[in-house]
């Protein structure tokens, strides 16, 4: 469980396809369980103050689905990152991108 960390959340002027990678990577550990986030936005995304690590955080909205649904969930989840991302490149605001 992480209850402390040092970093600042994922924004337009931090986001690096470095950082895109590192975060697909983060989102494929946690699908691999079985977990769905839940809640993809960049605020929910700190990046170390090296740019070396990502944390997902506030997993509240966070599922564990069974194999019936799971599938379908990730499919969505994966969406909205792709969604995120294009927003972040764009340096667009958004749902995903406040």
Aim: glycine fraction near 8%; proline fraction near 3%; charge should be negative.
């Amino acid at each position: 469980m992480l209850t402390c960390w040092q970093g600042s959340q994922l924004k337009h002027s931090n986001f690096t396809p470095q950082i895109e990678s590192k975060i697909r990577e983060a989102y494929g550990a946690i699908h691999t369980y079985g977990v769905i986030h839940g809640d993809v936005g960049a605020h929910n995304i700190i990046i170390s103050p090296d740019g070396q690590r990502v944390w997902i955080i506030d997993f509240e909205a966070g599922q564990f689905l069974s194999d019936e649904y799971r599938d379908p969930a990730i499919r969505r989840e994966m969406e909205d990152l792709r969604c995120m991302f294009e927003d972040l490149r764009m340096g667009k605001r958004s749902q995903y991108v406040f």
